[in-house]
């Protein structure tokens, strides 16, 4: 059974706490299939070419069509002239959108946490505040744990804390309903308020 660390106000592993069994179970083509659309959408889709249709120009037929004893030709827009449109080139109406029905995103998100905690790399707080406000106070949480990069969710973010985790390029700063299964599974560690993740569990 994984089991996540448990930390208190000194940031000193003062337990463990206990993921349900089930979490253990879960298939990992879960996450797969959730990380995939979620990248799905964040894709620009903007690569757009111009058919000989959109091009300007080319409404007049370049030269007769017989006696000059070259090609034929019926405009200068055509895909082999230079300035002419482009043949078979992107368009930006494309729907990359991948559909992950809420179970998957659910069992996606599980399945993270799981392999986080298996890891060693999911630690539980109290709280998480830092109220001086100040970005070095909020690099020695991070330091302290001698982590590389953490994902921080906190149950609700007050101003101080916000400005303190704000220009470290290690660290997210977010609430439990911007948690998803692609950042929990990005991050090398993740550092959740116990009320978040014990709602997590509770909702199974």
Known sequence: MSKAIVLDEKLAQSGEMELPAQYAEINPH???????????????NGAKTKTRAEVSGGGKKPWAQKGRGGARAGSTRSPIWVGGGV????????NYDLKVNKK???????????????????????????????????????????????LVIKEEIDEKTFLAFRNLSNCYLIEPNELNAYLAATYHSIIIEKPVLEKIIKEG
């Open 104 to 150: 998957q995103k659910k069992l996606a998100l599980r399945y993270a946490l799981n392999e986080k905690a298996e890891n060693g790399q999911l630690f539980v707080v109290d709280s998480i505040k830092v109220e001086s406000g100040k970005t070095k106070d909020a690099a020695a949480i991070i330091n302290s744990l001698k982590l590389r990069d953490a």
């Open 30 to 44: 879960n996450l797969y299939l959730y990380v995939k659309s979620y990248l799905a959408a964040l894709r620009a």
């Open 87 to 94: 043949a078979h080139g992107p368009k930006n109406n494309r």
